[in-house]
């Protein structure tokens, strides 16, 4: 999205094709003669009709006198007007008027913002599945696509704990969609044995699934003994020797502390999962050795073959999960305070994403979608593995990470505020170019713009796309000084 598309900056930059260049100095000759004119010419103006007065006033004026009088204040008069004419025509002749700022937009004219924000809701309300299950009542929520294609659409709870952060995000505009509908869905599709999942993951409630549910039920305003219970269990299960898996994932960690932050804010697991994101930080010598993050908070070792032995991959650097670490450790931050090694890891995160080296930051490699597997063996069988696949809408993250109040604090200090709003320009414009109809789409090639029919529409996407696009217009707000609100 560039600067004029966002409406901050001029359209045509200073000296741009077409403008007109500068005045040469000492202007053209007609300036020049103009100049020589308004200096001399109108002394010798009021001088010739001083003298063609004295000359031709007849004698019967009251004498000498009365003539010198009449013939001077007269050619005054004339001298004086010469050199106004003078000057007119030389400020004229100088060069073009400066164009007059561009009045502000009409209050009456909305951006294109609201449009895709009505339209977002529009589709949530023609699309919300409502089922009356036997066991688990009626649901009304969403489920993991809004173009369901693989059956009959039924709510899930992740994608309804999405949706409800959605109505939260736009407001409830009418009654066509309830929070109270939504809450009661989420409460519903709990497991058994307490928590959520994710579709794919069975009957085992995942911790990352769990802290989301939570989060988007706490922001809704669930009870918080109700909220209590639920904490307590996922604290529990996610521990390294329960979820060694998930506790070396940075998605998996960063998703269950911004989970958390919002339902149990004094959780004691949030130092501690706090505490295994800053340890998972490493240098980046592309990117003047800046701490950054990988999909893997560890370098865990992997077999490269059966018959070989065991090597360490080393950690690739990654945009979207260093967005997420900044993100996470900044709303920490926030809740409980911070250290000098916790501050230093954020800034480090903050500093190496601004020190992005591509010249177009709205389609750099900083942004590409990202996808994940979040393996870990199956509870009954541990011959096999439980697979829930996690794609990333990397480009909103880059806008959340950069809108951090610890992000622009950081821009400040460094005198990189030129830079910051160039990557946050460039991720936003990313988001706004992905949509349509505020709808966000993911194909099965992880490109982010086709035109394929291997479209598929995660609730996900939408919501991830349309809370950077808030969070960036209000960013972008500007309240115009000249209007008194009465």
């Keep these: ?117 009505g339209s977002a809701y529009d589709t949530l309300v023609a699309q919300v599945a409502e089922v009356d299950d036997p066991v688990r009542g009626r649901l009304i929520g969403w489920p993991h696509s809004l173009q369901e294609l693989d059956g009959p659409a039924r709510p899930t709870s992740l994608a309804t704990a999405y949706g409800l952060h959605i109505v939260l995000d736009l407001g409830v505009q009418d009654g066509r969609l309830h929070t109270g509908d939504l809450i009661d869905t989420l409460w519903r599709l709990r497991l058994q044995g307490g928590g959520w999942s994710a579709r794919s993951q069975g009957a085992v409630a995942r911790p990352e699934v769990t802290a989301m549910v939570l989060g988007a039920l706490a922001r809704a305003g669930a009870s918080r003994e109700r909220l209590a219970d639920e904490v307590a269990r996922c604290e529990a299960g996610f521990t390294p020797e329960l979820d060694s898996t998930g506790r070396a994932l940075t998605h998996v960690v960063t998703t269950v502390m911004r989970g958390l932050l919002r339902a149990a804010p004094d959780a004691p697991v949030l130092p501690v999962l706090r505490d295994a994101l800053v340890d998972g930080a490493f240098p980046d010598p592309q990117r003047q050795h800046r701490r950054c993050w990988s ?14 032995p065991v090597v360490r991959h080393p950690a690739q650097p990654s945009a979207l999960h260093t967005a997420q670490a ?9 809740v409980l305070g911070e250290g000098p090694v ?28 990202l996808r994940e597997e979040v393996r870990r063996r199956h509870p009954d069988d541990s011959s096999h593995h439980e697979v829930l696949n996690v794609r990333h809408f990397t480009a909103s993250w880059i806008v ?22 160039e990557r946050l320009n460039g991720a936003a414009g990313a988001v706004w170019a992905a949509q349509t109809d505020g709808i966000w789409s993911w194909s099965r090639d992880g490109s982010m713009f086709t035109t394929t029919e291997e479209l598929r529409q995660p609730i996900w996407m939408t919501y991830q796309g349309l809370s950077a696009l808030r969070a960036h217009a209000v960013w972008m707000y500007q309240p115009d000084t000249r209007t008194r609100l009465l």
């Design 1 to 117: 999205m560039s600067q004029q598309q966002l409406g901050r900056g001029p359209s045509r930059a200073p000296g741009a094709a077409g403008a007109p260049g500068p005045v040469p100095q000492g202007g053209s000759p007609p300036a020049r003669f103009v100049g020589w004119l308004g200096r001399f010419g109108c002394l010798a103006a009021g001088y010739a009709v001083f003298q063609f007065l004295f000359e031709v006033l007849p004698d019967s004026i009251d004498g000498a006198p009365a003539k010198y009088l009449i013939s001077g204040l007269s050619g005054l008069a004339t001298a004086g007007m010469t050199w106004l004419a003078a000057a007119l025509l030389r400020a004229r002749t100088s060069g073009p008027a400066p164009l007059p700022a561009p009045a502000p937009p009409a209050p009456a004219a909305p951006g294109p913002l609201p449009q895709v924000f």
């Design 295 to 308: 999909h893997r908070l560890s370098s865990l070792p992997w077999p490269a073959h059966p018959d070989r």
């Design 326 to 334: 900044v993100v996470a450790l900044d709303r920490a931050a926030r």
């Design 342 to 369: 916790e501050r230093a890891a954020r800034e480090d995160g903050v500093r190496w994403l601004l020190a992005c080296p591509a010249t177009a930051h709205d389609a750099c490699a900083d942004l590409a979608n």
């Design 400 to 421: 959340r990470a950069l809108l951090t109040p610890g992000a622009q604090e950081i821009a400040r200090q460094d005198g990189l505020e030129e830079a910051w709003q």
